[in-house]
């Protein structure tokens, strides 16, 4: 395979019974979905295959302010109030939310 790592021969991939495809769309190399958040829908959400929770940017939360209610994310900071972000580009800060409903691939 040429040195290539996480890759599979063409053919040779059996997806799981319950899998299901999403439209997908490469910027630069970076997997971008639409998602619902609630009902309002975004077209530039990074899926990020190393990640263990998700995020919502700033830009998507302010432009729908509606469908970003919140859940329980003021009782999560309660109790963790120092949360963030680790990755390629450094540490971020966040806050977290719970949102109503979330839809990938809307």
Same mark, same amino acid.
């Given at each position: *395979?040429?040195?290539?790592k996480g890759t599979?021969?063409?053919?040779?991939?059996?997806?799981?019974?319950?899998?299901?495809?999403?439209? %997908?769309v490469l910027d630069?190399? /970076?997997?971008? /979905?639409?998602?619902? /958040?609630?009902?309002?829908?975004?077209?530039?959400?990074?899926?990020? %295959?190393?990640?263990?929770?998700? *995020?919502?940017?700033?830009?998507?939360?302010?432009?729908?302010?509606?469908?970003?209610?919140?859940?329980?994310?003021?009782?999560?900071?309660?109790?963790?109030?120092? %949360?963030?972000?680790?990755? /390629?580009?450094? %540490?971020?800060?966040?806050?977290?939310?719970? &949102?109503?409903?979330?839809? &990938?691939?809307?």
């Amino acid at each position: *395979m040429n040195g290539l790592k996480g890759t599979y021969r063409p053919g040779s991939f059996v997806p799981p019974a319950d899998a299901f495809a999403v439209d %997908t769309v490469l910027d630069d190399g /970076v997997p971008f /979905v639409s998602v619902q /958040v609630g009902d309002a829908t975004g077209d530039h959400f990074i899926i990020d %295959t190393g990640a263990n929770r998700g *995020m919502i940017f700033s830009s998507f939360a302010s432009a729908h302010p509606a469908d970003i209610v919140e859940g329980l994310g003021r009782q999560i900071s309660a109790y963790v109030p120092f %949360t963030s972000f680790q990755g /390629v580009g450094g %540490t971020i800060q966040i806050r977290p939310i719970q &949102v109503k409903s979330l839809r &990938v691939g809307a």
